[in-house]
């Protein structure tokens, strides 16, 4: 892109990489990107470190809302984008550039988000997508790259690959047939679960106001956190998904991910936040929460109807607090245990074991009148099926 550009428009270029945690056990990466930038003629690059208000912006609001989209994709490479979209603008303005080129096709879900995204933070920016400029398929770019020198690694050939600390998406190649299981080759971080190790391990997340704070009560930042959780769950072969995804521009798409924090994360604070809410509340949120997620999805990042969304999720989290325990074995990740000082549960009132609190002979009362309008609505109806010609 940065070559065709030049080519092409005969246009000075900035670049611009975010660290969002991709490739994040090895840092030289954006180094190397730096450097292969340059050589291939920009001016100046940017690599910015972006990790922690990723974590603390993005990825904290997601745990919140349970954000899995279709009730599978855990949002990670959707919520990357408007925070790369924003800090794209800023350098932008700054360094005096006019017109912002990124590496979107015209048929997904990222071109939206950045675009949105950037065009509300500058609505005078011009955005410019080379990939639907130059109409080349896949395998002409990787010609292109060929031809002029361009160095690309074995695995960027075969997938199109996303990936920040929250998760790891690939796409292209054998994985646009649906009726063919992702081959080994397109997994990076996890281990095939049949491979994970025979024992499984426990571990115990804390959480204050819906956000992890800590594991095993041990007190940890977010991009620290998300690291360890990474860590264990690759260990583990946890969050390997592949799903059929309706993309918001229409179109069907198969995709495969790895996300192993994000599965365990979201996972442990959807249990603990059933525990401390009521049924009424825990009904209403996974609406919004759904609300949310799809607003997210569909790049909408910039809609003040997240905010308010938002002021709604947060209200409801102030007490998810406490701890919830799994167990990781083989690629599952299970909750096992759950601890709060706001649990809406009575072992006494609960409890089958002794003569507990709860009144037994209320149900004479309430059963009558709880099925009430159901027994006559029944009663109802047979007589109209009787009636039926
Ligand atoms: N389908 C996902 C989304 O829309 C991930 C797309 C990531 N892009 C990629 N080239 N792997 O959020």
């Known amino acids: 892109m940065l070559k065709w550009l030049q080519e092409k428009y005969h246009a000075q270029i900035y670049t611009f990489t975010a660290d969002l945690g991709q490739e994040f056990a090895d840092p030289s990466r954006f180094k190397q990107i730096e450097d292969k930038a340059k050589q291939l003629g920009a001016i100046k690059h940017f690599t910015v470190d972006l990790k922690e208000k990723f974590v603390n912006e993005y990825v904290f609001p997601t745990i919140k809302a349970n954000g899995l989209y279709q009730g599978i994709y855990p949002l990670s490479t959707a919520i990357g984008r408007p925070l790369i979209a924003i800090e794209a603008v800023k350098i932008a303005q700054k360094e005096g550039i006019e017109v912002l080129a990124h590496g979107c096709t015209g048929k997904g879900n990222d071109q939206i988000r950045i675009n949105t995204t950037a065009q509300a933070y500058a609505p005078e920016m011009e955005i410019l997508q080379p990939l639907i400029e130059w109409n080349m398929g896949r395998d002409e770019e990787i010609k292109y790259a060929q031809q002029h020198n361009i160095p690309i690694s074995n695995q960027n050939k075969k997938y199109s690959v996303d990936e920040n600390l929250f998760g790891r998406s690939a796409e292209c190649d054998i994985l646009e047939q649906p009726d063919i299981e992702p081959p080994e080759d397109s997994k990076e971080w996890t281990v095939p679960p049949e491979e994970a190790p025979n024992n499984p391990e426990y571990i115990t997340i804390n959480f204050k106001e819906g956000i992890p704070i800590g594991i095993n009560d041990q007190p940890m930042e977010g991009v620290e956190l998300i690291k360890r959780i990474h860590d264990i769950g690759c260990k583990h072969g946890i969050g390997r998904i592949e799903h059929m995804e309706d993309r918001a521009i229409g179109l069907k798409s198969r995709e495969t991910y790895e996300i192993p924090a994000a599965l365990i994360l979201i996972k442990a604070h959807k249990d603990l936040e059933k525990y401390v809410c009521t049924k009424h509340e825990n ?103 009787e009636n039926k010609q």
Do not use: C, H
Not at 296 to 313: K, N, Q, S, T
Not at 352 to 381: C, D, H, V
């Open 283 to 385: 009904s209403f949120k996974s609406l919004i929460d759904q609300r949310w997620t799809e607003l997210v999805y569909d790049g909408l990042w910039v809609d003040p109807l997240r905010d308010a969304l938002e002021a709604f999720i947060n209200e409801i989290n102030i007490k998810v607090a406490g701890s919830v325990s799994m167990k990781l074995f083989k690629g599952s990740a299970e909750v096992i245990a759950r601890k709060s000082p706001y649990g809406i549960y009575d072992l006494n009132l609960a409890t089958y074991e002794t003569k507990s609190s709860f009144n037994q002979k209320y149900s004479y009362g309430f059963i009558p009148l709880w099925g009430l309008q159901s027994r006559m609505g029944f009663i109802a109806k047979k007589k109209a099926n």
